[in-house]
């Protein structure tokens, strides 16, 4: 039987992180793997009780992994999360993330995907969380259009399911500080040709808590993205010339 593990990085999630765990516990529990499957949350240096609300819930729910490391943002806590998973046996590492914005539901048609395919991701059709953020993603869309001449449908979304294997080939390119770990991940994927699934997904408005994201490190993160990208693309390239 395939294990699964559930990645979920987690900031100062307080006021959802209970429910989002009573949302995705019993999906570990149904994909149990023999026993092997886990939920592991990554609280990615917290200020606030989201440590203290995990470590409760271990308690009473064996299957949850509660870890903690110093604040590094989304992307160096889900890294963290992947290589944990991997390092622990995992066949395959499903993401989302703890604000809510994703439904249990609709995962069991990934699951069932996941032999066809090294990656299953959602694509955030009709999303609900603004049109900055689907302008963001339309731009970054073309950015890595540019930067890396492969087509993505949806780079960021925190809803894919990965075989491990895949994933952890892909992870030997990535810095563990990496900002835009899935970004990267959805482009080597691409550039490698591996089979990659989108299904469209519901994304609802954050359903509590505050978003740490405006405008402002929105565009310092792009900037970013830039100069990571093209470090990432020769890189990328040089990988490539080895093999």
Same mark, same amino acid.
Request: hydrophobic share 40%; net charge positive; proline share 1%.
């Given at each position: 039987m395939d294990s699964l593990y559930i990645v979920i990085p987690a900031y100062n999630e307080e006021e959802t992180i209970h429910k989002v765990l009573d949302q995705w516990y019993p999906i570990v529990e149904k994909y149990d793997g023999g026993g092997r499957s886990r939920l592991v949350v990554v609280d990615d240096g917290s200020r606030d009780n989201t440590h203290e609300i995990l470590t409760s819930y271990a308690r009473e729910n064996p299957l949850l992994v509660p870890l903690t490391k110093e604040n590094g943002g989304h992307g160096?806590? #889900?890294?963290?999360?992947?290589?944990?998973?991997? /390092?622990?046996?995992?066949?395959? #590492? &499903? @993401?989302?993330?703890?604000?809510? @914005?994703?439904?249990? /539901? /609709? &995962?069991?048609?990934?699951?069932? =995907?996941?032999?066809?395919?090294?990656? *299953? #991701?959602?694509? =955030?059709?009709? =999303?609900?969380d603004g049109a900055s953020r689907v302008f963001v993603t339309k731009m970054l869309r073309l950015v890595i259009r540019i930067c890396f001449h492969v087509t993505v449908t949806d780079a960021n979304t925190p809803y =894919?399911?990965?075989?491990?294997?895949?994933?952890?080939?892909?992870? /030997?390119?990535i810095p563990e500080?990496?900002?835009?770990?899935?970004?990267?991940?959805? *482009?080597?994927?691409?550039?490698?040709?591996?089979p990659v699934r989108y299904i469209p997904i519901t994304f609802r408005p954050r359903q509590g808590g505050v978003n740490s994201i405006n405008l402002k490190k929105i565009c310092k993160i792009g900037r970013q993205a830039v100069r990571d990208f093209r470090e990432m693309n020769r890189k990328l390239a040089g990988a490539a010339e080895k093999d």
């Open positions: 160096a806590a #889900i890294l963290y999360g992947y290589r944990y998973s991997i /390092e622990h046996g995992a066949d395959y #590492i &499903f @993401q989302t993330d703890s604000d809510g @914005q994703t439904l249990p /539901e /609709e &995962f069991g048609q990934f699951w069932q =995907r996941r032999k066809a395919y090294e990656m *299953v #991701i959602g694509h =955030r059709k009709g =999303r609900q =894919r399911l990965m075989r491990s294997e895949a994933l952890d080939a892909s992870l /030997e390119l500080s990496f900002n835009l770990s899935n970004v990267m991940i959805s *482009v080597i994927f691409a550039k490698k040709q591996l």
